[in-house]
């Protein structure tokens, strides 16, 4: 059975950081583009990140660029996303999304919609 789990989630101050890790299990991630993705209360779940299934595409929604870094290691079938400079802003449950990549896929373009797996999320909060 496919999940994904995500991890590293807290209370932190504004300025702060907190790195989140999302661990494939029942499947291999070599092969996925994984993107992540928040919610906060009230509000849709909107794009975070995305990263294409070797690494060499990354991409970010504005508010977070150059805040924010998404890696993945497919050894160890773990994405990470890192995150620095933390905003109120950024509280939000985090979700882990994973879709196969084909050779048709463009990363660029995917959302929401384009991911089949989900994890059940980490809370982070900003606050002082």
Known sequence: QAQLVESGGGLVPPGGSLTLSC???????????????????????????????????????????????????????????????????DTAIYYCAAEFESEHTIVAEMSRSDFGSWGQGTQVTVSS
């Open 23 to 89: 661990v494939a299990s029942g499947f291999s991630l070599d092969h996925y583009v994984i993107g992540w993705f928040r919610q906060a209360p009230g509000k849709e779940r909107q794009g975070v990140s995305l990263i294409s299934s070797s690494g060499s595409e990354t991409y970010y929604r504005p508010d977070v660029e150059g805040r924010f870094t998404i890696s993945r290691d497919n050894a160890k079938n773990t994405v990470y996303l890192q995150m620095h400079s933390l905003k109120p802003e």
